[in-house]
């Protein structure tokens, strides 16, 4: 399977979103507010790059490790790999599961090492008022990434509390949930490739909708 991507300008604050949705830090006492965390560690990420994009964008490979390092401390990646393969996780092999999430987080890797130098930002704000948790395994956050011609895009967080410790999950990009995105391209390629696993996995590669994004839902 081959899969176009067009990074064009809000392919790259998807990535950007992405980046920042994947290497947060979570590791804080788990009564830290989620909307607390979100705020400490955009910011803290963020502090990271500012004044180095031009050092990351010709050094990619330690813009990509830095992610890398971000990733691995957090993301639960079975949890994650089992959501985008949907209806297809159960009937994989262990062995076709662990490959995808390993395809899954590279590509992960690569793309959003690209967004991070790729999207200009003039703010990121994490917004005061949040809406109240319906869940207490699950949360929330809303915050506004506002580019330098003023255009301002919504972002939803969604985060699930694990072993104690709230991981994000999910986001959503001016109305795109890029996790059901993803998953929907798992689908597609399934019944593309007629549901070989390892064809699928071979040729997987995330696209987001440049038309979507511009457009939101």
Known sequence: ???????????????????????????????????????????????????????????????????????DEIADFRYIGA???????????????????????????????????????????????QRAQRHEDQASVDMEVVAEDGTVYPVSYSLRLSGGEWRVVNVIVNGINLGLTFRNQFDQAMRDNARDYDAVIDGWSPEVGVEELEQGA
């Open 1 to 71: 399977m081959e899969t176009l991507i067009m990074i064009r300008y809000p392919l790259a604050l998807a990535t950007l979103l992405l980046s920042l949705l994947f290497s947060l830090t979570v590791q804080a006492a788990p009564e830290r507010s989620p909307d607390e965390l979100i705020r400490h560690s955009v910011e803290t990420l963020t502090g990271q790059i500012e004044g180095r994009r031009d050092h990351f964008a010709n050094n990619m490979d330690e813009l990509e490790a830095l992610v890398d390092d971000s990733l």
């Open 83 to 129: 959501s985008v393969m949907g209806r297809y996780f159960a009937n994989a092999t262990p062995q076709q599961r662990s490959r995808f999430v390993e395809t899954f987080r590279q590509t992960l890797i690569d793309t959003y090492a690209k967004g991070l130098v790729t999207f200009d930002y003039r703010e990121l704000r994490v917004l005061d008022a």
